[in-house]
């Protein structure tokens, strides 16, 4: 775009809050900020003044750019980081990898609650973490099965009582399922298990204690031993406590440390007194001011996770505008602290020393990693001749035996790194028999119809799409591509064997040297594809062999078995079922469903 289109553009800017978005070649969004003033914002990236290099480049590269409007600062950095996830644009930080850290849930909602490890966290009951760093939270899990009897399964306790299963009669529930014991003792139970998860194991330690002796005068070592072992988990739980830290404070604790192009971030997380772990991020630097990055980038973290009620940092940082985003998101705001002394500066120094050492170590692995994914895109481009940068890689595998469970997948890689959230799968509804090529046009089809439609916001377009197969499944895909007049994205086939790349543009297959890292992503793209597809495949099966178990009964025929599986999920649930849930099922009545009940019983 030409200086003078961009001046004129640069008048047009609203004196209002909103989110920029910058565009390269093509129209690639290379970077997404938020404003205050848009107006204000956006011009100091056209002024003649000195900038840092990262943002001296992004100018360089910029071709346009847009903006979009918001009622509030607020929405403008919720907005923000919504389309950082959706473009991953070049020069933004990006948190990359952002691995989802196990909870203890108890689901205090039930009138006999139940005791489960989740990674999800919704506001329907009480939630215990995030653990990372080593620590087990299924071991903690069944310390609070063994010492308070609280029930791990999620069966529907009824007003007719079942049989107790396996876990009573080992001393690990109370068998609500079978009225074996009252709500009132019930309840007492889950309040110690709320205190023990909330950091108070000496009850529970002590209690364990006593059940290993008993074992061992029994002569019972191996579940003795397995006792001794939980005491030592709790010991070692109970070592990270911070005893000057109140046992009411959940915090996290962010450090950041930088050489200019790389930076590391460090995290301690800190519940109710109690360190729950750590864990290090490795990025690029973003061509963003210090404190508008770091505000993105614990947006960007925070955005599917419970915030909690104190964030410790020394980094340049807008408090306010983090703590209005609070409100909006959880409906409380965040305390912000800036420790000088005491324990906070302690833990605090301690996170610094752990993200200049996570730097120091990864700078040669963040450049290794670049060499393998956006370098590599970059070399595909090049040797391939691509029409564009492949950001958007999409790769289709085809699995079935004989034809049966005929299954499609899609993965997705973004600059030349798995975006596991964009997967799809594909059940093939439309061909007989075990036809690939047939399929793989059926699972292009019914994707590529999405592109042009509301549905595309999605389900982005993408620059290269790969096959796994030979010349026959780039032939049939071609004939998809002609009848629907596509054109502008570029289609490739990786054979296995040989690992040769055929393209549209000559009848002699590619070869990629074997050590090139643009092969390398080509493999990686087509290996998780494969896996994919098998792991989908793999599980139709099984639940159609499970299902097979159901032919046995008298009187229980396809179309009932298909609707025991959609209402109970398993077979291990169908088998648990009572009869008065059995009967509830559509065309289940209660003469069948005593069958069935029969049938199981007598297994």
Request: aromatic share 8%; with cysteine; glycine share 6%.
């Amino acid at each position: 775009m030409c200086e003078s289109v961009v001046r004129e553009k640069l008048k047009l800017l609203p004196d209002s809050p909103g989110v920029y978005i910058m565009l390269g070649e093509d129209g690639t969004v290379i970077y997404v900020g938020k404003a205050r003033v848009l107006k204000n914002r956006v011009r100091q990236y056209f002024h003649s003044s000195e900038k840092p290099y990262k943002v001296q480049a992004m100018v360089e590269a910029i071709r346009d750019f847009s903006y979009i409007v918001t009622p509030s600062e607020v929405d403008a950095l919720a907005l923000e980081n919504t389309l950082i996830k959706k473009y991953k644009p070049k020069y933004n930080i990006l948190l990359k990898d952002d691995k989802t850290y196990p909870y203890i849930k108890v689901h205090t909602r039930e009138e006999f609650p139940h005791i489960s490890v989740t990674r999800r966290v919704k506001k329907d009951g009480r939630y215990f973490g995030p653990f990372m760093g080593g620590v087990s939270c299924k071991e903690i899990v069944d310390v609070a099965a063994k010492v308070y009897n609280i029930r791990t399964c999620s069966v529907a306790i009824s007003e007719k009582p079942k049989r107790p299963c396996l876990n009573h009669h080992l001393g690990r529930c109370l068998a609500p399922c079978a009225h074996a014991v009252t709500k009132e003792e019930y309840a007492a139970r889950v309040e110690k298990t709320l205190a023990f998860l909330g950091g108070d194991y000496e009850e529970a330690e002590a209690i364990l204690g006593e059940k290993m002796a008993k074992l061992a005068e029994e002569e019972q070592f191996e579940l003795a031993l397995d006792y001794r072992n939980k005491m030592r988990m709790l010991s070692k739980l109970a070592e990270r406590r911070i005893t000057s830290m109140p046992r009411d404070v959940d915090a996290d604790i962010w450090a950041y440390a930088s050489n200019g192009i790389y930076a590391a971030i460090s995290l301690l997380v800190t519940r109710r007194g109690v360190m729950n772990g750590s864990v290090n991020f490795s990025l690029d630097e973003g061509a963003g001011e210090r404190a508008e990055s770091f505000t993105s980038f614990l947006t960007q973290y925070y955005a599917n996770k419970p915030i909690p009620h104190e964030i410790v940092l020394e980094e340049p940082f807008d408090d306010d505008l983090f703590i209005a985003y609070c409100r909006q998101k959880e409906g409380r705001g965040v305390e912000i602290t800036r420790p000088k002394f005491g324990i906070r500066r302690e833990l605090l120094d301690m996170g610094r020393r752990n993200a200049a050492e996570y730097l120091e170590k990864s700078v040669s692995m963040v450049a290794h990693k670049n060499d393998m994914t956006v370098r590599a895109c970059e070399r595909l481009k090049t040797l391939l001749g691509l029409k564009k940068y492949p950001k958007r890689i999409e790769c289709y595998d085809i699995s079935n035996i004989s034809g049966v469970d005929k299954v499609g997948s899609m993965v997705v890689f973004t600059d030349g790194e798995a975006d596991k959230y964009e997967y799809r799968r594909f059940r093939i509804k439309t061909v007989e028999g075990a036809n690939d090529f047939a399929s793989m046009q059926e699972v292009l089809e019914r994707r590529l119809g999405k592109l042009g439609t509301d549905e595309e916001e999605r389900f982005a377009r993408p620059q290269l799409i790969v096959l796994d197969g030979g010349r026959g499944q780039l032939t049939a895909v071609k004939e998809i591509f002609d009848r629907m007049e596509i054109c502008d994205i570029d289609l490739i086939a990786l054979a296995k064997q040989e690992e040769e790349v055929y393209t549209l543009f000559s009848e002699t297959p590619i070869r990629l040297d074997r050590r090139d890292y643009a092969l390398k992503v080509l493999q990686r793209v087509r290996d998780e594809a494969h896996r994919f597809a098998i792991t989908y495949f793999r599980n139709l099966h099984s639940k159609r062999n499970l299902a097979s178990v159901l032919e046995e009964i008298e009187g229980v025929g396809s179309k009932k078995r298909a609707a025991l599986l959609d209402k109970f999920g398993t077979i291990d649930k169908i088998m648990r079922a009572d009869e008065e849930e059995l009967a509830k099922t559509e065309g289940i009545g209660h003469g069948l469903a005593a069958r069935i009940r029969n049938y199981f019983d007598e297994l």
